[in-house]
């Protein structure tokens, strides 16, 4: 079926819920591997350790940064660390793009070759698992009070009712297939889920 016909197919019947069952686009079979929004500037419900509650965050996607010395981090099995058979391959081909309006950075995983990680890709490509979620570590940041505004890097925050926490560079450790993520906008990248008009990639 040509990308036209899919479209119009998808169009048909209601867009966006017949889209999110197909298998992504971005995926390359080749390589065992698959494009995807890694995160976003839209807020996300976070624990705050200093607050000891959950706080709405903003992740700065100019503020990320790579483990010293590396260009990929690995992908794990909703964010297990504790064991070499929770990694299911490795992120690597940063780029930034924008998602729904807000700024996001995007990647492909890389699946290895492992029984565990081709069963992971599986669920990728057949259109089950869709959800990612970021690890990082938290370098500096900025909380805004509720009900105050402050411009950050030039732009500005509101800290609405609840406060909110924007942390403007952060470390990322590990990123981790997920049953359901904390950022809904970040998913498994694919021309049929999200339309040109929604993401445009600035690479």
Known sequence: MKREEMKALIERFGGKAIATRTVPTSY???EDS????LTTEK???VWDWEKWDVVPEVLRMDGMLLPEGRNQVPLLDSHSHYSITDQLGS???FSDATVAGFAAK????FFASTQDAQDAATKVKEGHVTDNSV???VLSSIWIAPGATVEVNGKNYSGGERGLRVTTQWKLKEVSLCPIGADELATMRSE???PDAVLESKV
């Open 135 to 137: 690890g990082y570590e």
């Open 28 to 30: 390359n079979t080749k």
């Open 106 to 109: 995007t990647a492909r995983f």
């Open 43 to 45: 807020p996300a419900d």
């Open 91 to 93: 992120v690597r081909t």
């Open 34 to 37: 698959v494009e995807a929004v």
């Open 192 to 194: 049929a889920q999200i």
